[in-house]
Structure formats: C-alpha cells, structure tokens
C-alpha cells in the first residue's frame, strides 16, 4: 500500500491527486490545480480570468521530467483528465476510510511568498519547510525536498528521544543534588563531632595542665610553710632569751641601788655569773643568709610552650605518602608527641 499511494502523489503539492490531469506526451500526472499554479508561473504576463486561461495558449515544463509542454487555447483546461487515477485515489481513500479513524486535519500555515500556497514540503537543504512553487520556481528550486510527513515523523521520533535522555539526565542531576545535600550534612555533622573532639581534648590538657599546676604550687606551699614554721620557731627562741635578759637588766639596775654592802656582795655574784651566761648566746640557732629565697622553684616552661604551639591534627598517610585532603573520619585520634612531652 505504501508504494501504491507513492504513484498516487503529486510531485508539486507531494498530495494525493486532486484531479489529476495527464500532461501529454510524457504521461506524466498533476494535480489541475498544480499545473495551472506551473503554468501561470511560467507564462507571467498572459493575462487570466477566473483561473482559467483565455490566451491562444503557452507552454511549461513537466516538474517530473522537464519535457517542454504545449498547451492549446484551453490552457490547462485542455490537458485530459485521467480519470483511472482518480478511481483509484477514491478506492484507496475508502479502503483507508474503513481501517482508520478519520482524523481532523489542522489548518496548515500559508508560504510567506506564495500567499496562497499552503507549506506543504521540507526543504532537506535549508532545512525549513516551504510550499510547491518554491520548489518549481522560487528560492528552493535546486534544493533537495521531502514530504512534509515524513520530516515531522522523522523529527517526532528525534524529539522524544531527545526527551527521553533529558529526563534521563534530569533524573540522574536530581540523584547527585540529593547526593550532594546528604554530603553537606554529613559533612556538617561530622564538622561538630570533630570540633567537639578537639574541645574536649584541650580541655583535658587544661585540665592536666590545672592537676600539674597545683602540685607544683603545692611543693613551694610546703616548704614555705616548713621555713615559716623553723623560723617562727627562732623567733620564739629569741624572744624568750630576750625576755629574760631584760629581767636580768632589771634586777641588776635594782641590785646597784643597794647601799648595803654585804648585802650587794651576797647579791652581786650570782648575778654576774647569770649575765654571763646570758650574753651567751651560742646556743640560739641563726637562718642562713638566703635562706627566706624561693628561686630553686623556677620554671622554665619553653619546651612546652613550643609543644603547644606545635599542637595539628594527625596527618594520616596511606601507601608511603601523606594525604592532607582526605576527610575526617571518626577514628579518635592519640595525643601527639608534643602533647606526650606536654604532659610528661
């Protein structure tokens, strides 16, 4: 059936024949209309009426094969009408007619430089389509033409491919946007996790920085208090011994007012022998001299304080070499050697 309603169009208009006329003597067939449309373009200035023509006649050439054709005084409307065609155009039509549902056929847009030429080809060369006459005689002429539906089939079957792989690809750009917001949370979650980690690892290393700190304040407390105590312990000493030369002073002032002199001798003895040992003072312990300095307590916290600045994340290394880039997992990192040494 295809190759038979291929022989039922017409080159120009690429339809079914619309009383098809027999162009004489290539036998070759045109629609009525078509022809007249070659023909007037062909004759421009022979004068019409009514489309027909009333000139003593004019000549044109076949579009399927060129041959130059002749016409009488009846112009087109002389050329016979081949009437075993249009039986076979109506028998194919009603064969159609009883296996399809007719379908309504939307008006088609009008060519631009043939107002009443419907657009009814595809020019394969410019890739626009056009209508008959620009086929025949106008800008199109020496182009390459196709039927207007199988362009449209082949351009429909094109463009639902061409859907197809845009869902597709739509499909698989929403998969890596999705792919995309769980990494951003992952990665938000894991950047908490891991700023939490670190927190909590300095604020153990101020807390053993805090426990070292008291027990090296708590060494220079003790033996502060040790020397506090030895020479409050002097100091007592010395102000008993002080206490008791002043009574000794006392006494020894009243004993010179004595006017008595067997009384004065009796007390005089005693007396000196006890000043004499009082001005002895051998037996009262003295500190050193820099006994009351602390400096042996110094500190020299450099090698620490270089430690923590040197305090980073771990490096990982994988195959012999260092990989900075690779992100953070939940592994729980060992303390550094600086922090070791911090510590220790």
């Known amino acids: 059936m295809d190759s038979l309603e291929k022989q ?112 009814n080809i595809y020019c394969v060369t410019c890739s626009v389509p056009t209508c008959s006459l620009c086929k025949v005689f106008g800008a199109h002429k020496d182009c390459e033409v196709a039927p207007l539906d199988n362009i449209f089939q082949t351009q429909k079957a094109e463009l639902s491919d061409c859907i197809s792989m845009l869902v597709g690809n739509n499909e698989r750009i929403q998969a890596i946007i999705s792919q995309l917001e769980e990494t951003c949370r992952a990665v938000d979650e894991n950047g908490r996790r891991q700023k939490s980690k670190v927190c909590e690892s300095f604020d153990h290393l101020f807390a053993l920085l805090e426990e070292r700190k008291g027990e090296l304040t708590l060494r220079i407390s003790c033996e502060q208090e040790e020397k506090l105590d030895y020479i409050r312990g002097l100091r007592r000493k010395h102000s008993g011994h002080l206490e008791n030369a002043a009574k000794l002073l006392e006494t020894a002032i009243q004993t010179l007012d004595e006017s008595e002199m067997a009384v004065f001798l009796q007390a005089t003895k005693p007396l000196l ?15 050193q001299h820099g006994y009351e300095k602390m400096e042996h307590f110094r500190t020299n916290c450099e090698r620490q304080r270089r430690a923590l600045m040197n305090v980073d994340f771990i490096k990982r290394e994988q195959h012999g070499k260092s990989s900075p880039d690779r992100p953070i997992t939940d592994e729980t990192p060992q303390p550094s050697n600086h922090i070791q040494e911090l510590i220790g």
């Open 8 to 119: 039922l169009v017409c080159p120009i208009c690429l339809e079914m024949f619309t009383k098809p006329v027999v162009i004489l003597p290539c036998q070759h067939n045109l629609c009525r209309k078509c022809a007249n449309d070659v023909f007037q373009a062909s004759n421009p200035y022979l004068s019409t009426r009514s489309g027909s023509t009333v000139t003593s006649g004019g000549r044109f050439r076949c579009p399927s094969c060129r041959h130059e054709v002749v016409l009488d005084r009846h112009g087109v409307y002389g050329l016979q009408r081949n009437l075993l065609v249009e039986n076979i155009i109506d028998m194919y039509k009603q064969g159609n007619s009883s296996r399809q549902v007719p379908e309504v056929k939307q008006e088609q847009p009008m060519c631009d430089d043939h107002k009443e030429e419907r657009i």
């Open 273 to 287: 022998q006890k000043i004499v040992e009082s001005a002895d003072t051998s037996h009262l312990d003295k500190i």
